[in-house]
T-cell receptor
Framework: AQSVTQLGSHVSVSEGALVLLRCNYS??????LFWYVQYPNQGLQLLLK??????LVKGINGFEAEFKKSETSFHLTKPSAHMSDAAEYFC???????????????FGQGTILTVHP | DSGVTQTPKHLITATGQRVTLRCSPR?????VYWYQQSLDQGLQFLIQ???????AKGNILERFSAQQFPDLHSELNLSSLELGDSALYFC??????????????FGPGTRLLVL
């Protein structure tokens, strides 16, 4: 079975500061990893995903994440926060086709990002 | 706009009642997924359909059922509702049957409140 742990349910940064949202996963087979963002009263939008090609993945809105197998981590970063980045962020894992979970996404508990002016 | 539509946006009902949530996937997508988002359980996968057939099942209660119709829209039926069923229900769609790496596109959700 797979699981995801997001360290820190709330992260607060100043506008222009580095954003770092932490995600650790557990999976018995090589995983696929995703970061989704949820703005208030909206659905989830994909930021980026790791599908075993490059370990450093670039996504939309200046976000990127690095897959580190030895640390079982997939932390999300952005060099300079913008007010519009304020939202809830979810890390998720799915198994490759060799597993039995097909496209099921297992989500972390989410991290609310607050950006101060 | 993800291209996934869900109706209704909000639903208020009483305990013991039955409701139906509807989802239309993006044009061309054959897979539909249902997720439940609640404060205590977070985001949980309920069930997946691909081209009309059940593909994968998650933590879906026996009181809940779903189906996908020939036009590919899907419905999630919730019966004998309890207070704890109050949550945001998301539908997502993808083009493939669920290989793990495909992007799932999420709808705006249906907010269910059981009183």
């Amino acid at each position: 079975a797979q699981s995801v742990t997001q360290l820190g349910s709330h992260v607060s940064v100043s506008e222009g500061a580095l954003v770092l949202l932490r995600c650790n996963y557990s999976s018995s087979v090589p995983p696929y990893l995703f970061w989704y963002v949820q703005y208030p009263n909206q659905g989830l939008q994909l930021l980026l995903k790791y599908t075993s090609a490059a370990t450093l993945v670039k996504g939309i809105n200046g976000f990127e994440a690095e897959f580190k197998k030895s640390e079982t981590s997939f932390h999300l970063t952005k060099p300079s926060a913008h007010m519009s980045d304020a939202a809830e962020y979810f890390c998720a894992v799915s198994l490759n086709a060799g597993g039995t979970s097909y496209g099921k996404l297992t989500f972390g508990q989410g991290t609310i990002l607050t950006v101060h002016p | 706009d993800s291209g996934v539509t869900q109706t209704p946006k909000h639903l208020i009902t009483a305990t013991g009642q039955r409701v139906t949530l509807r989802c239309s996937p993006r044009s061309g997508d054959l897979s539909v997924y249902w997720y439940q988002q609640s404060l205590d359980q977070g985001l949980q996968f309920l069930i997946q359909y691909y081209n009309g057939e059940e593909r994968a099942k998650g933590n879906i209660l026996e009181r809940f059922s779903a189906q996908q119709f020939p036009d590919l829209h899907s419905e999630l039926n919730l019966s004998s509702l309890e207070l704890g069923d109050s949550a945001l229900y998301f539908c997502a769609s993808s083009a493939s049957p669920g290989l793990g790496l495909e992007t799932q596109y999420f709808g705006p959700g249906t907010r269910l409140l059981v009183l």
